[in-house]
């Protein structure tokens, strides 16, 4: 009975974890379109005079675009002659708006190829200030550690990025993959609580908030 309502348990807590892995790149990439893709524009409109870098901006919109489509080799790599990949923008406009952006969707197509020694590499070249996006690119490198097995850095990092800006985005859903990692990998089942009841005291409203009820109340029965 006892390892019965174990697995139960484990089934349960791993649905949210699912659910993240299975919507990974729409979550982060609907984000990323969203709030890049203006970049883009604005860094056009400013610094339109400059024509390696407007190339590199179109460049960017025609990987965006295949991105968007799930082409993520072909947003990766580009189409030599027609436009560069994320990951040519990224080294050819090294230390610009358009390669840094371009080191993190570089990052986010290596993470969900499964090339995670790589997306980590592109994720640490990101030195934006944005608060989300920087959050993300700590976050991302979390979800490599975890499928690489390395619980502990993934829970530290998933820490990491929840603290880096207090918003009503990534900070819950960081807080929540950290609690999944304590449970489910470290065996720490207090310290996921602690995390769950920092999301439902402090971000109740969010779309982990909501779950954090549950996950509490499933967590504390089975103590």
């Known amino acids: 009975m006892v390892e019965e309502i174990e697995e139960e348990k ?10 993240f892995k299975q919507n990974q790149k729409t979550v982060l990439g609907g984000l990323l379109v969203l709030v890049l893709g203006l970049g883009v524009y604005l860094y056009t409109r400013e610094d339109g005079e400059d024509t390696e870098e407007i190339a590199a901006a179109e460049s960017l919109f025609m990987a965006e675009h ?13 189409r030599p002659g027609d436009f560069e990949g ?3 923008i990224a080294s050819s406009q090294s230390g610009t708006d358009a390669g840094n ?4 969707y570089a990052g986010i197509c290596h993470l969900n190829l499964g090339n995670f020694e790589q997306s980590i590499s592109f994720f640490e070249n990101y030195k934006g200030d944005d608060q989300i ?14 499928e690489l097995g390395k619980a502990e850095a993934a829970a530290d ?14 900070s819950p859903m960081y807080l929540e993959k950290a609690a999944l990692v304590y449970e489910l990998e470290l065996n720490n089942t207090e310290k996921a609580i602690d ?3 920092e999301i439902r005291d402090d971000y109740f409203s969010s779309f982990q908030g909501s779950n954090s009820e549950k996950q ?5 029965a089975a103590q």
Not at 133 to 146: E, F, V, Y
Not at 157 to 170: H, V
């Open 195 to 197: 995390l769950y009841s």
């Open 216 to 220: 509490l109340l499933r967590l504390t």
């Open 66 to 78: 295949y991105f968007g489509q799930d082409s993520l080799e072909i947003a990766l790599k580009g």
């Open 133 to 146: 996006l920087s959050s993300m690119a700590i976050g991302c490198q979390g979800d490599a550690q975890w």
């Open 101 to 104: 952006v371009a080191n993190l």
């Open 157 to 170: 990092l998933y820490l990491k990025a929840a603290r880096n800006s207090n918003n009503r985005f990534t």
């Open 10 to 19: 484990k089934a349960k807590a791993f649905d949210v974890e699912a659910w």
């Open 86 to 88: 994320f990951e040519s």
